[in-house]
């Protein structure tokens, strides 16, 4: 394998890799990402408050319910016992107890009637923050959906490019000696922007961008393969 053509092979390949790497970091970057994790939060926020709500109404509509049914067993009573005071027939001092004991019964009756009031208006307040809540819910559900739908879009696309990056390398691999592609690779991670392979143009090498003396140029393209003295990247003539 001619080595010079091995070597632009191997830039190829670099040149590849970089847009892949690219390609992944656009595909976690998207600013639709950001608002898609933003609109989450505020459905999840939204949803934990309904939530909340519904059980405050659920407990509400028990409470409702349950002093609902005493006041109507008081009413019943109270009626009982102003039948038997209007019947007649008691003695005097029966008829003055009975009379304090209705009026006894109606001053409870009003302090239950004014419990119930409170918690049919607690119920009432409780039914429209849920109302308003499951509207926000949608709304933001609508927002999450609509970022969601973007953020497919972007990936569909970029996934498309990425599978024709990875069909072009899969095309170059063969063409580059097993040992040259085991450096690459295993320079790869330790390089910035991961740019293992570069043009040495003018004297200067294309991965760390630093200038090579007459002397050190010709160390380097005497080194099977050349390498940069600075970064160590392989270098390309």
Known sequence: MDRMQGLEDLLDLQAVDTEIDRLLIERQSLPALELYRAAHHHLTRLTA???RVTAELRQATLDLDRVSGEFDLA???VTTEQNRLYAGGLSARDADYMRREVEMLKNQQRDREEGVLML?????ELTAAQQALESEIAAAADVKDGHQAVIAAAWQDIDGR???????KAEIVPLI???LLDLYEQLRPTMDD???AARLGDGVCGACHLRLSPAEQAGALRSDPPRCIHC??????
């Open 177 to 179: 000696a097993a040992d």
């Open 75 to 77: 009413e019943a009573r």
């Open 120 to 124: 049919m208006e607690r119920k009432d």
């Open 49 to 51: 408050d309904r939530d």
């Open 162 to 168: 990425l599978a024709a990056r990875e069909s072009r």
């Open 194 to 196: 991961g740019v293992a």
């Open 232 to 237: 160590q990247a392989i270098l390309v003539p």
